[in-house]
């Protein structure tokens, strides 16, 4: 029965950012579910190669921030696949800066992505759950959603995240009623290129550590795995949750 609940067979799932990184692993764990993935990226080169090199999966070129693409995506997502059964809003950006130096542009950009874009792709791909009456979403939070990181400044990523905590529990109450749930995972430091080069820093390297319980970064297939549990039929019970995967950083 419980190998069951986790096979995704016969589902269609997208997943933006999907061509590298955590948003990579994100699409294998669903592909060795059994789910059909479309890796959806504004970089058209790396997308298509990550699609090619992961059999079950397809890819398209999308940018979250742009509103009519999204919705133009979306419509042609669903005519193909006969419908999207898993959202997977990962495309994020991250930018370190103190509060006081932080230009406009850059605020923009980050609220942009990591904000915006989770709402734009859950309102265009949820009005279709919504009306199927069944469906998964996951957002990418962060545990920067939770907490405010030291020593880096990064007042308008944490302040994203935050608010994409506070999305997915609005959306989940909101479209429960309609069979759609709608759940997010918080990372902590994940070994990715991104967080490498900012552990580069020998202070930062140190203070993140140190503020970690388990004394590591994660790596990126332990948060696809939490992801995998919330958008298949083994999270059945649960929407509108915020699942810590930060190796007890936010415990402390």
Not at 50 to 60: E, I, K, P, R
Not at 84 to 94: F, Q, R, S, T, Y
Not at 202 to 216: A, C, S
């Amino acid at each position: 029965m419980y190998r069951q609940k986790f096979d995704l067979t016969g589902r269609v799932a997208i997943v933006t950012g999907g061509a590298q990184g955590i948003g990579f692993a994100i699409a294998t764990a669903l592909v060795e579910s059994g789910a059909h993935v479309v890796i959806a990226d504004r970089n058209a080169q790396i997308g298509a190669a990550a699609a090619l090199t992961l059999a079950g999966s397809s890819f398209v070129e999308l940018n979250v921030t742009d509103p009519a693409g999204v919705r133009r995506v979306a419509d042609e997502l669903i005519a193909r696949h006969g419908g999207i059964d898993i959202l997977v809003n990962n495309a994020g950006i991250a930018r370190n800066s103190a509060a006081i130096d932080t230009a406009e542009a850059e605020w923009r950009d980050v609220i942009d992505v990591n904000l915006n874009g989770v709402w734009w792709c859950s309102q265009a791909f949820g009005r279709h759950m919504v009306a199927r009456k069944r469906g998964a979403i996951v957002n990418l939070g962060s545990m920067s959603g939770l907490i405010a990181n030291r020593p880096q400044g990064q007042a308008h990523y944490n302040a994203s995240k935050a608010a994409v905590h506070m999305l997915t529990k609005s959306l989940a109450v909101e479209w429960a009623e309609f069979g759609v749930r709608v759940n997010a995972v918080a990372p902590g430091y994940i070994g990715t290129e991104m967080t490498k080069l900012g552990m580069t820093n020998e202070e930062w390297k140190r203070i993140w550590l140190d503020m970690t319980p388990v004394r590591r970064v994660g790596e990126p297939w332990e948060i696809a795995a939490a992801v995998l549990f919330l958008a298949s039929d083994a999270a059945s019970f649960m929407t509108g949750s915020v699942v810590s995967v930060d190796g007890g950083y936010t415990s402390l």
